[in-house]
């Protein structure tokens, strides 16, 4: 009897240790976050940015391998497309680009993951998956900062919120993940967009726009572990604390509004595909590096990004959106801000 006292107390022994073993390993946000590595990153940045890609001008042969390539990588992940019908692929016609001098059609690239508490509310993040193409010589403007950064920003996230998905940790509302064409020739794949939404725009919540995080502005080379954030502020306080409180929390960078200025002269708030969700009074931010001696240059390549940094930023950004996603209140643009948009 003794016997069996001691091998039954031993089995509750180890039985209750390896409760306390699991319960220790508990996978948290951090843990998605930290998929988001930076040989990830590259091993992305070096096929989208790469030469054969011709530069991804809208419209292009390079730009449909381009669009062509994010879409197989949804597919990989089991990450559905936003549309019903299924097709990642949201078509723009030519009569959208008429004020262009050749006729082109272009497309938008949309997944989509449904939250599980609160579906109908949706986090956009978005980056533009084009760049500007080749010269007429047949050079390849690369864009591998601009915007090839944030496009394999935006896939890496959709990885880690899917790899929750399938722990069942999924996020309590939707996550839209939005790659905009034309950006480089007027904004045209984010004003499509938001003039032919997918989910209401009423809906939206906010978007965490990404264009330009994978090199050092020359003016913070003493300083690099930054990033400039532009539009926190401009619809939503309640955003900009957020932003402020996850930064702190979990990643520790400079988030430096030199560029958030209404007195800035490069107006850059107006400039990248955020503003036409700022101009249906969508709270949004802009994520941003700042531009550097290589920006809309054939020598914009993808040895020159600082992937290590690139991946703190990159986790910020899935920081932001993940408390965004599971928070219990939605934030909400403030009546003032913008009566004084307006």
Not at 140 to 155: E, I, K
């Amino acid at each position: 009897m003794k016997h069996l006292f001691l091998t039954a107390m031993a089995v509750l022994a180890l039985s209750c240790n390896s409760a306390q073993t699991g319960a220790s390993q508990k996978i948290t946000r951090v843990d998605y976050a930290n998929t988001i590595t930076s040989a990830d990153l590259k091993q992305h940045l070096y096929t989208y940015a790469a030469d054969d890609m011709e530069g991804r001008m809208t419209g292009s042969k390079g730009q449909r391998k381009a669009v062509d390539y994010l879409r197989d990588f949804y597919k990989k992940e089991g990450i559905p497309a936003a549309q019903a019908n299924g097709d990642y692929f949201q078509h723009i016609p030519a009569s959208f680009f008429s004020r262009m001098k050749d006729s082109i059609t272009s497309e938008n690239v949309v997944a989509f993951i449904k939250g599980s508490e609160k579906p109908d509310e949706i986090i956009i993040v978005s980056a533009h998956l084009d760049h500007v193409g080749m010269d007429k010589d047949g050079n390849v403007f690369n864009g591998a900062d601009d915007d090839g950064s944030g496009t394999v920003a935006v896939l890496e996230m959709a990885q880690a919120f899917q790899k929750a998905v399938k722990d069942g940790n999924g996020p309590k509302r939707s996550i839209l993940f939005l790659h905009v064409t034309g950006e480089e020739i007027g904004l045209f794949g984010s004003r499509y967009y938001t003039e032919n939404p997918i989910f209401p725009l009423e809906n939206t919540v906010v978007d965490l726009n990404i264009d330009m995080i994978g090199r050092i502005d020359p003016n913070k080379k003493e300083t690099p572990n930054y990033i400039y954030l532009i539009g926190s502020d401009k619809l939503s306080q309640e955003l900009h604390d957020v932003s402020e409180e996850v930064n702190k929390n979990y990643i520790n960078l400079e988030l430096d509004y030199t560029y958030n200025d209404e007195n800035d002269p490069n107006r850059f708030y107006y400039r990248s595909d955020h503003y036409n969700f700022a101009k249906n009074n969508i709270p949004v931010i802009f994520y941003f590096n700042g531009v550097h001696e290589d920006y809309h240059k054939m020598t914009d390549t993808p040895d020159k990004i600082e992937y290590d940094l690139m991946a703190k930023r990159t986790q910020l950004v899935f920081e932001t959106a993940w408390e965004l996603a599971n928070r219990e209140g939605r934030i909400k643009a403030d009546a003032d801000k913008i009566k004084a948009a307006k």
